[in-house]
C-alpha cells in the first residue's frame, strides 16, 4: 500500500538555526498538510496545501513556517528560526480530494530543539 | 473559532470490557473522521461518518454521528489488548472546507 515518507525521522537542532523537514506524500494525492504534536497532546493543524499554494493555515503557522513542494514529489515544512517550544512531533499528510477523504499520515519527524 | 473537545481523556479496562469516547463540536461538522494512533506511531484512518445520525461498524468498533452532526461517538465490544492506543475524532466545520480539527484524544490503556 501506498505511503507517505517522512525525512529525518529524528532532527536535533539548536536553538535559532534553521530547520528543513520533508516529506513525500503518496503521489497521486493532491492535498498535504504538516500537523504537530507536541509530546503527549493532540494532533494539531499547521497548513493544507494544494496546486501549488497554502489552502489553509492555523495561527501556530506563523512567519517563521514556510513549506514548499520543490519538485513533483517533495514536500517540505522549513523552521527558519527554531525555538524551544517548536519541539515536537511534525507529522506531514496527503489526501486525494480535500474534503471528504481520509489523510494518510507518515511516520513523523521528532524535532528536538536544544 | 470550532472547537472539537473528546471525553475521557484515559480510560483503564480490563481485556474484555467495552469502552467508549465520546466527541463533541461547538459548530456543526460536515462529516467526522476518526483516527487510531499506537504508542510512538502516527494517526491511522479509521473511519469517516457524513450522514446525520449514520452509524458504521468494523469488527468490534461501532461509530456514531449525531442527529445534529456536533457529535460522535467510538465504542469498542470486548476490547483486546491490541486496541491499545490514543484514539481522537477530526472534525470538519460544516460551512466550509476547512482543515481538520482533531479532538484531544483517549488514551486507552488495556490490562490482560
Known sequence: EPEVTQTPSHQVTQMGQEVILRCVPISNHLYFYWYRQILGQKVEFLVSFYNNEISEKSEIFDDQFSVERPDGSNFTLK???TKLEDSAMYFCASSEVYSNQPQHFGDGTRLSIL | GQQVMQIPQYQHVQ????????CNSSTTLSNIQWYKQRPGGHPVFLIQLVKSGEVKKQKRLTFQFGEAKKNSSLHITATQTTDVGTYFCAGRDGGSQGNLIFGKGTKLSVKP
Do not use: L, N
Open chain 1, 79 to 81: 523552521i527558519r528560526s
Open chain 2, 15 to 22: 481485556e474484555g470490557e467495552d469502552f467508549t469516547t465520546y
